[in-house]
C-alpha cells in the first residue's frame, strides 16, 4: 500500500476543500438561475458571469490537482486516481479517507449543478421557442395585412 506524503496531502485537502466550497457557491447561483428561467420576465442579471467566475477558479483548483498527481509515484497516482474518482482505495488512511470525502461531495455537488442547470436551460429554450413562434405569427399576420413592421427581405 502506497500513501501519499503529508505535503501532498496538505495540499489536495486545501484543493478539495476550497473546491467543494466553490462548487457549492456556484449550486447556489445555478439555483438562482433556475428560479429566475421561470419566472414570466427572465433576468438573470449578472448570475452567469458570477458562476463563471467561481467555475474558473474550480478549474484552478483542479490544476493544483494535477500538479500534486504529477509528481506522485504510479500507485499513488492511481490511489488519488480512485479517490478522485469517488472509490475508495484498499486500505484506505485516514486522511485518504478525508479526501475521498471531500471528492464524493464534490462530484455530488457537480451532478446537482448538471441538473439544476438543465432545468434552467430547458425553460430559457421554451420562453425563447414561444417568443420565436410569437413573432413568426406576427410577421405573418403583417404580411397578410399588406405589409407591416416585421417584413422579410
Do not use: W, Y
Request: aromatic share 2%; proline share 1%.
Amino acid at each position: 500500500m502506497t500513501m501519499l506524503d503529508r505535503k501532498t496531502e496538505e495540499k489536495l485537502a486545501f484543493a478539495l476543500g476550497q473546491k467543494v466550497s466553490l462548487l457549492t457557491k456556484i449550486s447556489d447561483l445555478t439555483k438562482q438561475i433556475e428560479v429566475r428561467s421561470r419566472q414570466k420576465e427572465i433576468d438573470l442579471e449578472d448570475l452567469a458571469a458570477k458562476r463563471q467566475v467561481l467555475m474558473d477558479r474550480v478549474k484552478k483548483c483542479d490544476g493544483m490537482i494535477g500538479r500534486c498527481a504529477k509528481a506522485l509515484d504510479e500507485d499513488s497516482r492511481a490511489r488519488l486516481r480512485r479517490i478522485a474518482a469517488g472509490e475508495a482505495p484498499r486500505d484506505c488512511s485516514p486522511e485518504e479517507t478525508a479526501l475521498l470525502q471531500l471528492s464524493r461531495k464534490s462530484l455530488a455537488l457537480l451532478r446537482s449543478i448538471i441538473a439544476e442547470n438543465s432545468v434552467a436551460v430547458a425553460c430559457v429554450r421554451e420562453r425563447r421557442n414561444r417568443v420565436r413562434k410569437r413573432l413568426s405569427e406576427l410577421r405573418e399576420s403583417g404580411n397578410a395585412a399588406g405589409g407591416g413592421m416585421f417584413h422579410s427581405r
